[in-house]
Structure formats: C-alpha cells, structure tokens
C-alpha cells in the first residue's frame, strides 16, 4: 500500500484538541440501527444501512458499533490528499471535490466504517453526533479531550 506523507501531514501537528465518536464503556446496544439510519439519512438522504459511517455488527452474541477512531490511515492511504486532519478538533475530514473515489481509504480502514458508493465520494464519520442523539440506549458517546 501506498502512503501519502503530505495528506497525513497534519497527524504530525500537536492538536489541541481531540473530537470523535465512542461507545459508552458497559453500555449494551439493542441493534435497532437507528444511527445507522440516522447517518444515511443526513448524509445520503436515504435510509441505507449500506450508506452508514457507524456499523453494528454482532461479537460474541452481542451487537456491537464500529465507529470511527480517528486514527489517520485513511488519510495515509489517500494518494490525492482529500483527507486532512482538521487542526482544531483532531477530525480527519474529506475533500469531496479532491476525491477520486479510488477506495483506498476504505481499504485502510481498520475499523471499516468508511462508505464509498458507485457514483459518490467516500464518507467517514466527522463527529457529528446525528447518531448519538438517535440512538435510544445511550450507547454512543461525542468524545473530548
């Protein structure tokens, strides 16, 4: 895999201040998928569980998120730049109009939460929170630090 060292440029910066999204520790999701829709539907403006940056999957009997952990792959693995980290809040975000939709962000994804559909830029949670006010458990959380 290739790197982009320039993309990832901001990662090297010190941040001072760090945004993400989390699963409260001993919170127990019911799989309902109400984030999940909730984010197709803010950014997609459909009800596609397919078209989600949060995915629940099942571990050990129990269902699961997968949110994104801001850890910067993504942005490494992106040969045309389009994903930066912001300076101010730790968020890696992307440039829709520097996209290729190659998919090699989703590729690098650990956590596969990254979307890229036929026809659309790819997508990542930025912390926005539309799925943590959906989620009726409380099990999603905007962390700070």
Known sequence: MVYN???YKNSEKEIDFMKKLSV???SECMACLQCVQAC???FYKVNDVTKSCIQIVERKGAAKPLVCTQCGLCAKACEAGAITQNAKTGVYMINK????SCGKCVEACPMKVMVLKEGNPASKCIACGICVKACPMEVLSIEEK
Do not use: I
Request: proline share 0%.
């Open 5 to 7: 060292d320039r993309a």
């Open 24 to 26: 409260k520790k001993g």
């Open 40 to 42: 197709s539907e803010a």
């Open 97 to 100: 109009k520097l996209c290729v």
